[in-house]
């Protein structure tokens, strides 16, 4: 019997790193354009940034496996200097004890909120839900606030540190 999965989707490498760890998720390297981690459970990607890399790497996984819920976990910009960084929100859900905001997707980093209405900024998220819910309902998008809309990418182990801390929070849902 094929057993249907939870699919976790990141877009760099230190956003998965902590659950790769925690899960003990091998690597097939058969797999070319993207990173694909399993165990009997999960199916975790790591895309690689934008549009295209996260509807690629979802489309594959859809095709080639059984997937009963997907999880978006990632670092987000936030327009808003009162939210600490580190802080945890579903954009797509209302949810227990997690705090609820809406995302702009983009395509480029944006360094100012003059055109952004929404509280939070990513690259994938968009893409990531709109993929996914073709497939299947269960759908969780979580977001961590890692900067004030800085084009930087953070530090590897800062963004490591920023999902292994919001993990107790939002890990039951997987």
Known sequence: MITSKVLIHTALQPEAQYLINYYKLKQDISVQNFKLFFNDNIILIVSGMGKPNTIDSLEYVF?????KKAI???IVGCCDESIKIGTLFC????LPNINFASITTVDEPLDS????ETLLVDMESLYFKETCLKYIKDVYVFKVV???LDV?????SFVIEL????????GKYI
């Open 63 to 67: 095709e080639n496996y059984n997937i």
């Open 72 to 74: 978006n976990i990632g």
């Open 91 to 94: 954009t797509n859900r209302l």
């Open 113 to 116: 909120d003059e055109n952004l």
């Open 146 to 148: 890692s900067d004030y």
């Open 152 to 156: 930087t990418i953070p530090k590897k």
């Open 163 to 170: 999902i292994q801390n919001s993990f107790k929070s939002w």
